[in-house]
């Protein structure tokens, strides 16, 4: 029972055009919502998080959405750049623990 | 300015074989965590710790054991280990509720058990 699920398990986007990575959740109880960027060989890094209290956070060229109701969050990345290029992660954070989602692989194309 | 490191990076055991992964941060984080990560699989955690002298089970914590007994390092064990357990372990640490500060995660260690 996959309680955060990344359905697109890869995206390609042009240089310089809007990536879109969704993430939907089950669990109404989830705190907080979190998108994490890997590399190959490195650990996750953390890229920007959300309240459960709130709709949008936005940090630079990366903003998250969180619509309750649907039980769906986004990151929109704008402008892409081909260092985006990296597997992204949505975790949702209750009671010490990060649920994660299976990732989906951007790849920005010049 | 290391962060969070886990040693080794890679290992090959036996089947039955035991071993221990060290993690160590030095960012003075109280919480500590161990995840693992399967292919087509997000991060699972096996293990946490919410300060020195604190261990606590997460998602799937049959066949390790851990150790914190210094704030700044996070033991993992496997007493016997098994071919199920190949994986990516990865160790990472917090300031706080992870929801709001996020984690810093090491690079990870490749396990194989054959």
């Known amino acids: 029972d996959q309680q955060v699920k990344q359905n697109s398990p890869s995206l390609s986007v042009q240089e310089g055009r809007i990536s879109i990575l969704n993430c939907d959740y089950t669990?109404?109880?989830?705190?907080?919502f979190l998108w994490y960027k890997k590399y190959p060989a490195e650990g996750p890094t953390f890229l920007i998080s959300?309240?459960?209290i709130k709709d949008k956070n936005e940090d630079g060229r990366f903003t998250v959405f969180l619509n309750k109701s649907a039980k769906h969050l986004s990151l929109h990345i704008v402008p892409s750049q081909p260092g985006d290029s990296a597997v992204y992660f949505c975790?949702?954070?209750?009671?010490?623990?990060?649920?994660w989602g299976a990732g989906t692989k951007l790849i920005i194309k010049p | 300015n290391a962060g969070v490191t886990q040693t080794p990076k890679f290992r090959v055991l036996k089947t039955g074989q035991s071993m221990t992964l060290l993690c160590a941060q030095d960012m003075n984080h109280e919480y500590m965590y161990w995840y693992r990560q399967d292919p087509g699989m997000g991060l699972r955690l096996i293990h946490y710790?919410?300060?020195?002298?604190?261990?606590a089970k997460g998602e799937v914590p049959d066949g390790y054991n851990v150790s914190r007994l210094k704030k700044q390092n996070f033991l993992l064990g496997l007493e016997s280990a098994a071919p199920s357990q190949t994986s990516v372990y990865f160790c990472?640490?917090?300031?706080?509720?992870?929801?709001?500060?996020?984690?810093?995660f090491g690079s990870g260690t490749r396990l194989t058990v054959v």
């Open positions: 710790s919410v300060g020195e002298g604190t261990t």
């Open positions: 990472a640490s917090s300031y706080g509720a992870a929801g709001m500060y996020g984690y810093t």
């Open positions: 975790a949702a954070y209750s009671n010490y623990q990060l649920i």
């Open positions: 959300i309240s459960s």
């Open positions: 669990n109404s109880m989830f705190d907080y």
